[in-house]
């Protein structure tokens, strides 16, 4: 049997690769749209892959449904909002601002906490939110533009996908009686379905990748979106969100470096500041959840 410290190590190291996989997979993610294959259908490809191949170990999850089937629905319209509007940021937006954007999640569910679930807000906790509000804002203002807002559709994406996130989070910590397995399915079918309601909706015509391209979205989603998303979970349910919150600020640190070492994309000073800002309370909010709280 494993040590006790090996039991701590692994949820760990899972969390630390789930992240940090999360911060690189924006690269495949672009070669895939740079051969037709993009945006809302690139998503669906991705995430219907993980979720077929996920299916002879979840489907035994789904009489959980039942048991909280409003939650439950909650969470795969938040999930499939939060990966939709991710992928579409990174096809478009500049990396390391889109991640730093998303990282405010944090501390829309602190607001959610306290809002929603009654959770108090210490002064630190207050402090973080004015900290990272401040950074967000510093990346937002455009002295051209005159009041701090989003640029455009990558930065409204890179938003409303953190806060999707920070909801999702709240409702799985209302989700205490359910599987990992089932909460993973959620995941996956939410963005499914609400993949297909923006197909329909909008109108969006069907790509005509090549075979090899529609063939490497599939392989990506299996062995990228599938595995990093059980890493994360596996993570996450094996610590305490507040110390799992931190270790996932490591999606920064890949997401700068591969930004750097793979395109040419500049971050201005100004956008650095912020930045630092984002994480700082970030970390605050993380740091100072109590464990009891999760």
Same mark, same amino acid.
Request: hydrophobic residues 70%.
């Given at each position: 049997m494993p040590s006790n410290d090996a039991r701590r190590f692994?949820?760990? $190291?899972?969390?630390?690769i789930g992240a940090s996989?999360? @911060?690189v997979i924006w690269y495949p993610m672009r070669l895939l749209e740079g051969g037709g294959l993009g945006g809302v259908w690139l998503t669906l490809t991705l995430y219907g892959a993980a &979720? +077929? %191949?996920s299916l002879p170990r979840t489907a035994k999850a789904i009489p959980e449904f039942t048991r909280q089937p409003l939650l439950l629905t909650l969470l795969m319209i938040a999930a499939g909002w939060t990966n939709i509007a991710f992928v =579409? $940021? +990174?096809l =478009? @937006?500049?990396i390391l601002r889109v991640l730093l954007l998303f990282y405010l999640s944090p501390l829309w569910a602190t607001l959610m906490g306290w809002a929603l679930l009654r959770e108090h807000i210490t002064r630190t906790g207050f402090a973080s939110l004015i900290i990272a509000m401040s950074g967000a804002l510093l *990346? &937002?203002?455009?002295?051209? &533009?005159g009041w701090p807002w989003p640029q455009g559709k990558a930065d409204w *994406? %890179?938003?409303t996908s953190g806060f999707a996130f920070a909801l999702s989070n709240v409702v799985v910590r209302k989700l205490q009686d359910i599987s990992i397995a089932a909460k993973s399915l959620s995941v996956w079918a939410g963005v499914v379905l609400v993949g297909l309601v923006m197909i329909a909706g909008f109108s969006l015509p069907m790509p005509y990748p090549g075979g090899n391209i529609f063939a490497g979205a599939i392989v990506l989603g299996v062995l990228g979106i599938m595995v990093m998303t059980l890493l994360v979970q596996y993570g996450v349910t094996h610590m305490p969100v507040h110390r799992s919150a931190v270790i996932a600020l490591i999606e920064l640190v890949a997401g700068a470096v591969s930004q750097q070492l793979l395109t040419n994309e500049i971050v201005t000073m100004r956008e650095w500041v912020g930045g630092v800002?984002? +994480?700082v309370g970030a970390y605050l909010a993380a740091r100072v959840s109590s464990p009891k709280d999760y």
């Open positions: 692994y949820p760990i $190291a899972a969390l630390l996989l999360w @911060g &979720l +077929v %191949a =579409e $940021a +990174v =478009e @937006g500049n *990346m &937002l203002w455009n002295p051209i &533009l *994406m %890179a938003l800002l984002i +994480v």
